[in-house]
Nanobody, 124 residues
Framework: VQLQASGGGLVQTGGSLRLSCAASVRTFINYAMAWFRQAPGKEREFVAAISRTGGSAYYGDSVKGRFTVSRDNAKNTVDLQMNSMKTEDTAVYYC??????????????????WGQGTQVTVSS
């Protein structure tokens, strides 16, 4: 499984940004998907995850109500819509997938495949 994240950039406080992750895999629907982020000097943090069919979504406490995760199994993509952004959202964002049929995990150790990361910077 290869994952390619895109869509990062610079945005002002209160603004919006949409990240996308494209997966190179034949059976994308077999994989739950997640987004993590890592700020300088901090541990990698769970942001959001979505079930294989897209029927269930999960969010970290710091992004609930502001971020929305979605997926398109026909296009092998998972997106993260980020609204009402704050300076503390500044980080490198990674998409991740566990092994096929694997569960969603709130810790990075539960994921086997990672994208290369995309930088998101929120300025005040």
């Amino acid at each position: 499984v290869q994952l390619q994240a895109s869509g990062g950039g610079l945005v002002q406080t209160g603004g919006s940004l949409r990240l996308s992750c494209a997966a190179s895999v034949r059976t994308f629907i077999n994989y739950a998907m997640a987004w993590f982020r890592q700020a300088p000097g901090k541990e990698r943090e769970f942001v959001a995850a979505i079930s294989r069919t897209g029927g269930s979504a999960y969010y970290g406490d710091s992004v609930k109500g502001r971020f929305t995760v979605s997926r398109d199994n026909a296009k092998n993509t998972v997106d993260l819509q980020m609204n009402s952004m704050k300076t503390e959202d500044t980080a490198v964002y990674y998409c991740a997938a566990p092994k096929a049929w694997g569960p969603i995990d709130y810790l990075p150790g539960g994921y086997d495949y990672w994208g290369q990361g995309t930088q998101v910077t929120v300025s005040s």
